[in-house]
């Protein structure tokens, strides 16, 4: 059971360039979660999804940001034309359907994004 | 606004010294407070979820408590490597997300 696993594990990118973060979930997790974790901050939560579908995204910023958890592959988080701000660590996190309460949520290492 | 406040910031014990870390909550309707352990470089890892005041729950040395307004973490006789930081979140009831709202944290240090 190889876990949460998020890639790559460190992005650099200038300003004005896209990022694309990738996480796999756990083997039989259906449900996935971002949250963003700036420096001297705690964890923000981001969207939550479903495959193929976006469950609740009260935490994206409303322009550049997108997710998406397809039928096939890992879920993507994208960050358009970034900026200095978006510099951060993202964290990804799965859970089976019903069982987050119960179990918690199984985190992946981040993905620490540096906008240069 | 469901909110999650946290402290100490840091904590610095010495090897056997315990010691209870606090989490303040205010959210409409708890359906869960959760704590969390991490390490530098590395995601949270999972340590319990507290349902309802009076619940308390056990790991090694470590024990939570969880009131109607906050919980405890408390560490007995702590180790070197009991040391990170600790979180706190708390899961609302309503809206049925399944959103945590995390405190800023507890870094632990223990020296040996």
């Known amino acids: 059971n190889a876990g949460v696993m998020q890639n790559p594990r460190h992005l650099v990118r200038r300003r004005g360039q896209e990022a694309r973060l990738r996480c796999s979930p756990m083997?039989?997790?259906?449900?996935v979660y971002w949250y963003r974790q700036l420096p001297e901050e705690g964890l923000k939560f981001m969207v939550y999804?479903?495959?193929?579908?976006?469950?609740?995204e009260s935490g994206m910023p409303k322009e550049r940001f997108s997710a998406e958890f397809p039928k096939e592959g890992p879920s993507i988080l994208r960050i358009q034309q970034v900026v200095r701000g978006d510099s951060a660590a993202y964290f990804c996190?799965?859970?089976?359907?019903?069982?987050?309460?119960?179990?918690?949520?199984?985190f992946g290492s981040g993905t620490r994004l540096t906008v240069v | 606004e469901d909110q999650v406040t946290q402290s100490p910031e840091a904590l610095r014990l010495q090897e056997g010294e315990s010691s209870s870390l606090n989490c303040s909550y205010t959210v409409s309707g708890l359906r869960g407070l959760f704590w969390y352990r991490q390490d530098p470089g590395k995601g949270p890892e999972f340590l319990f979820t507290?349902?309802?005041a009076g619940e308390e729950k056990e790991k090694e040395r470590l024990k939570a408590t969880l009131t109607k307004k906050e919980s405890f973490l408390h560490i007995t006789a702590p180790k070197p490597e009991d040391s990170a930081t600790y979180l706190c979140?708390?899961?609302?009831?309503?809206?049925?997300?399944?959103?945590?709202?995390f405190g800023k944290g507890t870094k632990l240090t223990v020296n040996p």
């Open positions: 083997k039989g997790h259906s449900h």
């Open positions: 507290l349902y309802s």
């Open positions: 979140a708390v899961q609302a009831k309503q809206g049925g997300s399944e959103k945590l709202v």
């Open positions: 999804l479903q495959k193929e579908n976006i469950i609740d």
């Open positions: 996190a799965s859970s089976r359907p019903g069982q987050a309460a119960n179990y918690g949520y199984t």
